[in-house]
């Protein structure tokens, strides 16, 4: 069965850097689009970030561009997403989760598996 | 970018109800909009996508349908399990997906 299971969430303090790991298992994982999508507390769903099945596209929400990476290693079924310059605002959980497809225009982008999220905290 | 805007934000309704939930985009997305459950300390799950396929695994008192900018999502008979918060999601404007703020489904 599709396994997403997120780690590296932590209390950080305004400007640090933190990254973000995501291990997949259950399907291959080369095949896939896959995606940060972040929620903070007691708010609604915020897609931040994308990244083609074979890393070759990456896309960013404008609130995190600049600061935000996100990358894969297909050898090791890992997504990553490096967080720098953090601000209270990037406060939530961070969720991974699987794209429908190969994440690319043109085909349909839907999220039919996540993680259960890891929480990242910006505070002093 | 493509704004979603759901109605209502809440909806109190009880076991055996009919709820319907709808979400207007904010240009035409054609069918490219997915449904989400979401229970409380949980992650999101994809219960519609394409505006009216039903995702494996999900029973069939969900159902979406609409086109171009009103969506609905259906549910013809709430059970206990499906008090929630349910989104949609637009994937026209790839790769700017955004979501709606949410409907919350709450036992009356």
């Known amino acids: 069965q599709v396994q997403l299971v997120e780690s590296g969430g932590g209390v950080v303090q305004p400007g640090r850097s933190l990254r973000l790991s995501c291990a997949a298992s259950?399907?291959?994982?080369?095949?896939?689009?896959m995606h940060w999508v972040r929620q903070a507390p007691g708010k609604g769903l915020e897609w931040v970030a994308v990244?083609?099945?074979?890393?070759?596209?990456?896309y960013y929400a404008d609130s995190v561009k600049g600061r935000f990476t996100i990358s894969r290693d297909n050898s090791k079924n890992t997504l990553y997403l490096q967080m720098n310059s953090l601000r209270a605002e990037d406060t939530a959980v961070y969720y991974c989760a699987k794209d429908t497809g190969i994440a690319a225009a043109g085909n349909p982008t839907f999220f039919d598996y996540w993680g259960q999220g890891t929480l990242v905290t910006v505070s002093s | 970018d493509i704004q979603m805007t759901q109605s209502p934000s809440s909806v109190s309704a009880s076991v055996g109800d009919r709820v319907t939930i709808t979400c207007r985009a904010s240009q035409g997305i054609s069918s490219w909009l997915a449904w989400y459950q979401q229970k409380p300390g949980k992650a999101p799950k994809l219960l519609i996508y394409a505006a009216s396929s039903l995702q494996s695994g999900v029973p069939s008192r969900f159902s979406g349908s609409g086109s171009g900018t009103d969506f609905t999502l259906t549910i013809s008979s709430l059970q206990p399990e499906d008090f929630a918060t349910y989104y949609c999601q637009q994937a026209n404007s790839f790769p700017q997906l955004t979501f709606g703020g949410g409907t919350k489904v709450e036992i009356k």
């Open positions: 259950g399907f291959t994982f080369s095949s896939y689009g």
């Open positions: 990244i083609s099945y074979d890393g070759s596209n990456k």
